[in-house]
């Protein structure tokens, strides 16, 4: 075999998972769709401004003297020292559109809980018993990932309201240890739109915890520079990437991985990690008598997450002239978590993220301009139904134009006479860039039983093909930087242990 590892596209996950593998002293090579490293982890230019495609904040990372999750994996990558990052004031600023109030929040757990208290009197103790239970679930998650033999036995006398908590619903937990329901409906909008009220405690613990802990960070020069230094870091250890070649093909014999092709090529190999779904895997690159039907079971039997609507503006203006003075505005029709997750089913839903970049990096684009993006998520096949090749154009400046709306009555601010560069990305955009199917950006959704820790408990009962792994945002881990990054060391450290078993 010319490589012991190929991997199937150079997203966050992809290229953690290569570099991992490279460092290891596998011998690795990349086939990459396009012409650039990162999948949606990149940046664009429209006239004098370069946009981030998708990165708004990168959680769990820290800082030098408090270190996240992610600042010890680049530290372990050898390349936290290459990226200039630049730390976010707040953890969340949420305005609610229907009582017209705003709530800010600071980074750190102590400050958290006393911003917390400030706004919903009565809530100190719960947050302090919430704050504990989440941290008992880290360090369950943080044991088991450490034991060379997995233990469940031992994890349940160890920590045993990990165990009790496992199956309950956010919410349920939330109102069992006191949190009064404001408290409680602020704490939820935070993690929309992957999670609400109904959905996994210990998914949505973990979540949080990790992004009030350590300061979210962004990369100065973009999300592009984080992948441009993974790309580097890969080559300098010898790694290959072929960029322009797409996987057309997994060849499979008795459910084990033969070869990969693209369209001029055949590579031997016994190890593949894929950074796409496997519902492309099974259905388009694997001939279908070679898929087992349990894989075709499994992917049938989960929802894809959330679409998008991103619209990406340059203006001829400063936010402080605009009067934008905060990073990032979680902008959500009312507080109920339970119901705006029911309206994210309508692609006019109403909620909406704004980021305004130069809040965090000053230098973003050129003084007196300003970058904003504008996202909006759904779910369901609203789009495909409504949007058709003869309405595309038409329909994607409505859906911007409302948003930019939404945007401007919400902060109350005016942005439109400003615009100077204007680019609308829909599902359509993100298929074409990550062949995701309908153009989903949020991998799989989590959904009662089928949450993170159950995927990430079972993952080995996913394997079908002897050979074949997966990781990213449809990975157990599920979608996000944070995820996919964390993610694509685990494969690699999987897929290494299986290269040295032969
Ligand atoms: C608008 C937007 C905003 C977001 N905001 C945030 C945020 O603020 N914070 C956060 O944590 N997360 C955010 N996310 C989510 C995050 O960006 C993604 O979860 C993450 O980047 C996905 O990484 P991945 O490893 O799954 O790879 P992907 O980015 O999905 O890349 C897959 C790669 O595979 C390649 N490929 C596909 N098919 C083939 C093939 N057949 N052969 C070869 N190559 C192939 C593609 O070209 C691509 O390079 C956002 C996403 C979007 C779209």
Redesign the pocket.
Known sequence: MEYDVIV???????LVSALTLQKKGKKVLI????KM?????SSFKRGIFEFD???????NYGNEENKGEIFHLFDRLGISSKITMKELEHSFHIIDKEKKESYTFPVGIDNFIEQMEAYVPNSKVSMITFFGLAEEIRDAFNYYNEQQVKNTEDLYLKFPNFVQLAPCKTKEVLKKIGMPEKAIELLVATSLPEKNEDENFVSFALHLENSIKFPSVIPTLT?HEISSVLEKEFLNMGGKINYF????EIEVENKMVKKVK?KDKSYLCNHVIA??SPI?VYCN?IKKEEVPKEAFGLQNSRDLGAK?I?VYLGLNKSPKEIGLTKYQYIILNSLQSEKEFKKMNQIKNGNLYA?IRNNGVEVSSREGTTEI?L?SYFYGRDFEKEVNSSNYYEKKQEFAEFLIESFEASTNTSIKEYIEEIEI?TPVT?NR????PFGV???FNEKGYDNFLSRYFTEEKETFIKGLSF?????SRA??????YLN?EEVANKVYEECMEK
């Not at 086939?31 to 396009?34: I, N, P, V, Y």
């Not at 490293?37 to 982890?41: F, P, R, T």
């Open positions: 199937i596209g150079a997203g966050n996950a992809g086939l990459e769709k396009s490293a990162g999948g949606v982890s495609i998708s990165l708004s904040k990168l959680t999300s070649k797409e996987v057309e693209t950074n796409i492309t690159l998008c991103t980021t993006t996202t990305a993100f860039y990550t062949s995701h950006v949020k991998g990781c990213g945002g449809f990975g979608s996000g930087y944070e995820n996919t694509g």
